[in-house]
């Protein structure tokens, strides 16, 4: 079975750093882009960065400069680093997967729009 699984949420206060870590776990044979996306309470979900195979970085433009993201393939794993924090990145924070193949008893199989369970995020004044 295949999942994401997102750690390093807290509670943290303005101007702090978080890193959160997301990892796929199963027989991952490849995952195409990994993200980041958050909800905060009564928004929408919404695109915080995502990151290619090949490592093509793309952020939202309230994070630029603040957020990193990053991936290490091998351990099929995505890391977002938040520094200098503010309130207004109070949400939960969802791992996301585009596009992963793997191994299902030998037979080779792919699963598109993959989501891990979400992480909280809090960031006091």
């Known amino acids: 079975q295949v999942q994401l699984v997102e750690s390093g949420g807290g509670l943290v206060q303005t101007g702090g750093s978080l890193r959160l870590s997301c990892a796929a776990s199963?027989?991952?044979?490849?995952?195409?882009?990994m993200g980041w996306y958050r909800q905060a309470p009564g928004k929408q979900r919404e695109l915080v960065a995502t990151?290619?195979?090949?490592?093509?970085?793309n952020y939202a433009d309230s994070v630029k400069g603040r957020f990193t993201i990053s991936r290490d393939n091998a351990k099929n794993t995505v890391f977002l680093q938040m520094n200098s924090l503010k309130p207004a990145d109070t949400a939960v924070y969802y791992c996301?997967?585009?596009?992963?193949?793997?191994?299902?008893?030998?037979?080779?199989?792919?699963?598109?729009?993959?989501w891990g369970q979400g992480t909280q995020v809090t960031v006091s004044s």
């Open positions: 996301n997967a585009d596009q992963i193949y793997y191994r299902d008893y030998g037979i080779s199989r792919g699963l598109w729009g993959i």
């Open positions: 990151i290619t195979f090949g490592g093509n970085t």
């Open positions: 199963g027989s991952i044979v490849s995952i195409n882009t």
